[in-house]
């Protein structure tokens, strides 16, 4: 029948054989006690037919009886039968075994037999693995006793959709800590599990969801807008405006920063749309890192999230200007002894301190602010300099980099505010870690 049976045994040998004979394997593999390993293929007659504590009939060895011959089943011995976890792993190790020595055949997993520890063993192995058809055992009963001679039916349980269900949930605990590269993984295994159109249809778009916003994280913004279109049910349109304007923006900050080079190509006409959706969009980010954990790589996206928002006002001047190779002819002429002070090549490059202090000197409502928080900042930013990702080999501890966010975000807000600007960093939405419930109605 092109099948593979796994199957516990142990108490009454009749559900074993009935699975064995019902489902006419190619292979069966045995989880046994010790005792009840004779039941299998011992000597004589092992199997006895018990009514209560009266036995009432003696037959041959189940192999025997079902006609296998020894290359057609092995047995597996579980030494503790009392021992739950003992027994799913020699489950667990069963049938990954039997998938790698008979790929493409169909996995049965009976799991009535054995002591109740053998049996949960045998099922959580089969739920875990997702690829198993489990059988059951039914059959008429006398009271509480155990199922009659006879009236015994195998009852198949296709685990496939309950898997998908458990990965699905898998992903959303994955989606609360924004990792999303582990919820695509996650739900990639089960889609191809899942039977039910209304599952397959939630793991297909969360999966497509969970790609989108992994293309975000990275910055990758044209990607994420190709796969979050049509997503609207999970984002909301905050999201979809914020993903819009940092995609936008961040076109035109790569099309200027191509023509360092030749600065003076850049026009006001360049750089009329640009605000600073990025800048929040990396301090959104950098939370992002935070909550996972990892300090190091938050603090870096603030400090570049910093140095972006002083490179965007510098560009949105009536004479723009390009840190990466300032022109001083557009710049008054007070300043231009300062900013030669900061040329050490044929050009004039400006890191976030020089960009600010020019802001400064310039009276910008930025430079303003930073001038007036010039000390705290800086010392903000010396966290950052010591950090193995920047210059250094101090790791950034929760502690430092609850710090430097404050310094950074505080200051965003208040440059933000003697701009007028009233959508700023405070109206930006972080991603979703929690989907709407109509969303999830597969899943009930």
């Known amino acids: 029948m092109d099948s593979v049976l796994v199957v516990t045994v142990g108490g009454s040998f009749r559900p074993v054989l009935v699975a064995v004979q019902e489902y006419e394997p190619d292979f ?3 989880i046994c006690s010790t005792d009840s390993a004779r039941e299998v293929d011992g000597p004589g007659t092992p199997c006895a037919l018990r009514r209560g504590s009266e036995v009432i009939g003696r037959y041959p060895s189940i192999v025997a009886q079902a006609g296998l011959a020894p290359d057609q089943y092995q047995i597996e011995i579980v030494h503790d039968p009392d021992d739950p976890q003992e027994a799913y792993e020699t489950a667990r190790r069963v049938i990954r075994d039997c998938h790698a020595r008979f790929p493409g055949r169909t996995l049965y997993v009976a799991y009535t037999g054995g002591t109740k520890s053998m049996s949960a063993g045998a099922l959580m192995a089969a739920f875990d693995d997702g690829h198993c058809m489990v059988v059951n055992i039914r059959g008429k009963r006398a009271e509480l006793s155990v199922v009659q001679e006879g ?41 191809a599990r899942d039977a039910d159109r209304d599952l397959k249809a939630l ?15 990275r910055a990758d913004y044209d990607l994420a807008a190709t796969l979050l279109n049509g ?31 030749e600065p003076e190509m850049i026009r006001v006409s360049d750089v009329q749309y640009l605000t600073p959706e990025p800048v929040y969009d990396l301090i959104l980010n950098a939370r992002r890192r935070a909550s996972q954990g990892r300090f190091d790589d938050a603090v870096g996206r603030l400090y570049r999230a910093l140095e972006l928002y002083a490179q965007i006002e510098l560009l949105r001047r009536d004479e723009p200007v390009l840190t990466a190779n300032v022109l001083p002819e557009r710049l008054p002429e007070s300043v231009r002894p300062w900013l030669e002070q900061q040329r050490h ?47 250094g080999f101090v790791p950034v501890t929760a502690e430092v980099y609850a710090s430097v966010q404050d310094s950074i975000e505080s200051f965003i807000g208040a440059a933000d505010a003697a701009l007028g600007r009233a959508e700023g960093l405070v109206r930006a939405p972080q991603f979703p870690q929690t989907l709407p419930e109509e969303t999830l109605a597969a899943l009930r």
Request: glycine residues 6%; positive net charge.
């Open 28 to 30: 069966v593999c045995f």
């Open 345 to 391: 090549s044929d050009r004039i490059a400006l890191g976030l301190v020089a960009a600010y202090d020019l802001l400064a000197q310039l009276a910008h409502p930025a430079g303003l602010v930073w001038a007036e928080r010039r000390g705290a900042m800086l010392a903000a930013l010396e966290a950052r300099n010591h950090s193995l990702l920047a210059h």
């Open 203 to 217: 793991v297909r778009d969360l999966r497509q969801l969970a790609r989108g916003l992994a293309a975000w994280d």
């Open 231 to 261: 997503l609207e049910g999970f984002l909301t349109p905050a999201h979809r405006q914020l993903l819009g304007k940092v995609r936008d923006k961040t076109r035109i900050l790569r099309t200027v920063g191509s023509r360092w080079r």
């Open 151 to 191: 009236t015994e039916t195998p009852e198949v349980t296709d685990v496939r959709a309950l898997y998908a269900r458990r990965r699905v949930e898998i992903a959303l605990e994955a989606f609360t800590r924004y990792d999303y590269v582990a919820a695509e993984a996650v739900l990639r295994e089960a889609v």
